[in-house]
Nanobody, 119 residues
């Protein structure tokens, strides 16, 4: 089972930027898609962005134009560049890998990294 470890979380200022990274224990090219999700306190986990092995991306409407997901297969790493941060971006961010058996379902998760955006 793949291990995913997020890093780069912390305190950001409204209008500022943060870059999250996800290191995988095995080749991310073996997964059809990788993604970032987030969960605010008392809220449901929600999709932030996904990227397929071919480079196709998908973003939540709330982050389109502000966040960019990318992958570096050689480094087994997925990143999330977050620009134009807003206080509502505050959440625990999780890296995830799509299930090889059940396409569309993200079955492998990192431990999460806290992102806090001050107003």
């Amino acid at each position: 089972q793949v291990q995913l470890v997020e890093s780069g979380g912390g305190l950001g200022q409204a209008g500022g930027s943060l870059r999250l990274s996800c290191a995988a224990s095995e080749s991310i090219s073996s997964f059809n898609a990788m993604g970032w999700y987030r969960q605010a306190p008392g809220k449901q986990r929600e999709l932030v962005a996904t990227i397929t092995s071919s480079g196709a991306t998908n973003y939540a409407d709330s982050v389109k134009g502000r966040f960019t997901i990318s992958r570096n297969n050689a480094k087994n790493m997925v990143s999330l560049q977050m620009n134009g941060l807003k206080p509502e971006d505050t959440a625990v961010y999780y890296c995830a890998a799509e299930s090889r058996e059940r396409l569309g379902e993200y079955a492998y998760w990192g431990q999460g990294t806290q992102v806090t955006v001050s107003s």
